[in-house]
C-alpha cells in the first residue's frame, strides 16, 4: 500500500469516528503529505519515523517562519495519524506521543460594532437579485451565528419560514435548530420569493444561496463579498466573514443573553469554547464606561 492510500485510509477511519468537517479532512491532508515529502529528503517513510525525525521536520518549519500556532496544528495532524498506525499494528511506538505542543496563548476573537454591522448589512444594492442575496446572506449569519461552512451548505429544507427557524448541520454532523429574527427572515424570504429565481431562471438548486454559475456560493466567494462590503462601508479593519460569528456571540451577551444559550445558538460542544466570548463583551463594556461615564 503506497504511503498516498494510507494517509486516504486515516482520514476516512478519523471522518467515521468524529465526524470532522471538510475543511479540517483537507488540512490533515494537507499537513501529512507536507511531512511525507519532508521525511522523503531524509529517506524515511511516515512508518518509519523516529521521534527525532519529526522534532527535526518541526526544527525546519519553525525555522522557515512557521507560527506556533501552526506547528501545533501539525502536531495535531501527527498525534491523530500515528496513534491510528499504533493501532493498526503498521508500527509498535507512537513516535510522537513524548512531543509537547508549543504554546499558542488564545487570542480573543475580534468583533464588529453594532453600527458597523448595522452598516455591513445596509451596503447590497436590494434592487438587484444578487444584492437581494447577499442581504439575505448577511443578516442570516449575523442573526443565526452560523459558522460560513453552514451558511453556504444550507439547503431549502432546512428552513421553516412559518416557525422562524433553521435547521443547521453543524460540526461532526449535528444539527441545531437555530431562530432567524424578524429582519433576517424578511430579508430571506425576499431572496427566496423575488431574488433566487431570477438568479437560477428555471435552474432547479439545492442550495439555498447561488451564483449566476446556477451553484451554491462557496466560502471563497462569501469571503469575496464581505470584505467588498466592508471597503464600502469604510470599515477599516480587516474583515472576515467569521467575525459575524463573532459579533453575534459578544452582542448577545452585551444585551444580557445566557452564556449557555449562546453556547447552544453557536453549536459548541463545550462551554469553555463560548467563554472566550464573556471576555470580548467585558472589555466592549470597559470602552464605552471610559468614553461615555463622567469618570470614566
Not at 429565481?197 to 469571503?223: E, H, N, S, Y
Request: charge should be positive.
Amino acid at each position: 500500500m503506497t504511503q498516498d492510500s494510507e494517509i486516504e485510509r486515516f482520514l476516512d477511519s478519523i471522518w467515521a469516528e468524529r465526524g470532522l468537517s471538510d475543511n479540517s479532512l483537507q488540512s490533515y491532508r494537507h499537513d501529512l503529505i507536507l511531512l511525507k515529502k519532508e521525511l522523503a529528503q531524509r529517506s524515511k517513510r511516515l512508518t518509519d519515523a523516529s521521534r527525532e525525525d519529526l522534532l527535526a521536520v518541526l526544527a525546519n518549519e519553525v525555522q522557515q517562519g512557521k507560527s506556533p500556532r501552526t506547528i501545533a496544528r501539525y502536531l495535531s495532524a501527527y498525534r491523530q495519524y500515528y496513534r491510528w498506525l499504533v493501532r493498526e499494528g503498521k508500527i509498535t511506538s507512537d513516535p510522537v506521543a513524548l512531543i509537547e505542543s508549543p504554546k499558542t496563548g488564545r487570542g480573543l476573537p475580534r468583533a464588529l460594532s453594532e453600527e458597523q454591522v448595522d452598516s455591513l448589512l445596509a451596503a447590497p444594492d436590494t434592487s438587484t437579485a444578487l444584492g437581494l442575496r447577499d442581504k439575505a446572506m448577511l443578516e442570516l449569519m449575523y442573526a443565526t451565528g452560523m459558522r460560513v461552512s453552514e451558511l453556504v451548505n444550507l439547503e431549502l429544507p432546512g428552513i421553516n419560514q412559518n416557525q422562524g427557524v433553521i435547521r443547521v448541520i453543524g460540526k461532526g454532523r449535528k444539527e441545531r435548530l437555530v431562530p432567524i429574527g424578524e429582519e433576517a427572515l424578511g430579508s430571506l424570504s425576499i431572496y427566496l420569493s423575488t431574488g433566487r429565481p431570477q438568479i437560477l431562471k428555471g435552474v432547479q438548486a439545492d442550495k439555498v444561496f447561488v451564483t449566476t454559475r446556477k451553484a451554491g456560493m462557496t466560502r471563497q466567494a462569501f469571503w469575496y463579498m464581505v470584505r467588498r462590503y466592508a471597503a464600502r462601508c469604510d470599515i477599516q479593519m480587516k474583515l472576515s466573514p467569521h467575525m459575524l460569528r463573532h459579533s453575534f456571540a459578544t452582542h448577545l451577551l452585551n444585551h444580557g443573553a445566557d452564556l449557555r444559550v449562546v453556547q447552544l445558538l453557536l453549536g459548541h460542544s463545550d462551554l469553555s469554547t463560548t467563554q472566550i466570548y464573556t471576555h470580548i463583551a467585558r472589555e466592549s463594556l470597559k470602552r464605552l464606561h471610559e468614553a461615555h461615564h463622567p469618570r470614566g
